[in-house]
């Protein structure tokens, strides 16, 4: 089973993606998301100029020996360019071998741990008042767990927020030059903990409710925040420090209760392996697009099972519905998944560019059975939405000190 060809697409369908698409001598292809929000070109040509001419020729079934071979065998490693890279192909590889077992790729994986895959969706606003009235919506839908994200008052911009656009679609795709954001960490703890005491106020503790930070403060700051938090019960709060230091998660695990999710932007399993080991978070939140694929992240929730950490997959919108539906196989498989983000079901124009099939019932996301990863890319479509530049904000202190956003 030969690689015959692969194209890499860049499409721009409200926001850009990533896209490639594997093809075998025999004319079997699989399909794979290498998006990385506001650097898909490098992406894109580190496919075309290094990767795709490496694979022609090469055995479709080696998924292993062809992960090893782009990783290990680039000398340079990792990265976050070339693991979404690697992690496209990967994808498709997988998506190829389940389409000629025709089997869906969870079965090849060891089969299905749960009957549908528990997400948290987002309720977000400029006011708590308008949070509130989203989240109760959401809670209608039969969402089960939420994440709160509410304008900071008095600073521009604040992460999580649509900024009056209609959502993050649009937020994220027109931005030909990084937007500036202010950070103040005294407002900020000064507001969250009563945008979560008003919701635990209006709708009780049968919601499960979580929050990202968005690594803005530091490992003392943030475990002042968990236990500012800690009367809310949230579910998990998501990345309050950035992850250079590891053992940063240490100094918020011996203060707070409250569990602690991180993971979005690692792309190798050595990443995570001291806050994993030694339990100083609860979720990890690799994406397979920015972790290099099923394979690796198969290892990483070993791993992180062997040691109580539960896999929380990052599922923002700038992972195309591709990296989705390989959520949805590793999620059905991973005995140690415990929730995956979701941000709803797209656009009319993402869904004419990329063909895949899910249903909400009940605060649990379900996928019909198809050989393969079940989704797929329409090239013709794809061509109708060129690829716009647009970067991801920037975040300074009211100093001007530039800061994580
Ligand atoms: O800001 O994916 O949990 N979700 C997130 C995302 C990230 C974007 C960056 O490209 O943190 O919204
Ligand atoms: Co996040």
């Known amino acids: 089973m030969k690689i015959k060809n692969i194209k890499v697409f860049v499409c721009c369908p409200g926001r850009n993606f990533v896209t490639v698409k594997v093809i075998t001598e025999e004319g079997t292809y699989g399909v794979g998301d290498a998006t990385l929000n506001g650097r898909e070109l490098a992406v894109a040509a580190y496919l075309e100029e290094h990767i795709v001419p490496c694979l022609i020729g090469k055995d479709a079934h080696q998924i292993e020996d062809i992960w090893q071979y782009l ?15 690697i992690a496209a192909i990967d994808m498709a590889l997988w998506d190829i071998k389940g389409k000629l077992a025709n089997m869906p790729v969870y079965q090849l994986l060891g089969g299905k741990s749960r009957k549908g895959i528990t997400v948290y969706g987002h309720a977000n606003g400029e006011t708590i008042e308008e949070v509130l009235n989203n989240l109760e919506i959401m809670i209608d839908e039969g969402y089960k767990v939420v994440r709160l994200q509410c304008t900071i008052p008095n600073i521009k911009g604040t992460y999580g927020t649509l900024e009056g656009k209609k959502n993050y679609y649009e937020l994220q795709g027109n931005r030909p030059l990084p937007p500036e954001q202010e950070w103040s960490t005294a407002k900020y703890m000064n507001f969250i903990p009563e945008l979560f005491k008003q919701a635990r106020a209006k709708f009780g503790y049968d919601i499960e409710l979580c929050h990202d930070v968005h690594s803005r403060l530091s490992p003392i700051e943030a475990s002042r925040l968990g236990k500012l938090l800690e009367p809310y019960k949230l579910y ?11 053992e940063g998660y240490k100094v918020i695990r011996e203060h707070t209760n409250t569990p602690l999710a991180t993971g979005e932007k690692f792309n190798t399993l050595w990443d995570a392996k001291e806050m994993i080991q030694n339990q100083w978070i609860d979720y990890v939140r690799t994406a397979i697009t920015h972790g290099g694929g ?3 992240l198969k290892k990483l929730a070993d791993f992180a099972s062997l040691h109580h950490v539960r896999m929380a997959p990052h599922g923002a919108p700038d992972l195309s519905p ?3 539906m390989a959520h949805m196989h590793f999620n059905l ?6 929730i995956q983000e979701f941000v709803g079901f797209g656009t009319p124009e993402l869904n004419k560019v990329f063909n895949y099939e899910i249903e909400l019932i009940d605060g649990l996301l379900y996928m019909k059975d198809k050989p393969g990863l079940g989704v797929d890319f329409n090239e013709e479509e794809a061509k109708n939405f060129p ?6 904000p920037v975040s300074r202190l009211e100093d001007g000190t530039l800061w994580n956003w």
């Not at 309050?240 to 590891?246: C, K, R």
């Not at 498989?333 to 415990?338: I, Q």
């Not at 690829?387 to 991801?392: A, H, I, M, Q, T």
């Open 387 to 392: 690829y716009k530049r647009s970067y991801l």
């Open 294 to 296: 099923i394979t690796p």
């Open 322 to 324: 591709i990296c989705l």
């Open 333 to 338: 498989w991973a005995p140690n998944f415990g």
């Open 71 to 85: 990783f290990k065998g680039a000398y340079w490693q990792n990265g976050a360019v070339s693991v979404a890279a």
């Open 236 to 246: 998990f709060l998501e990345d309050p420090i950035t992850t250079e230091n590891q």
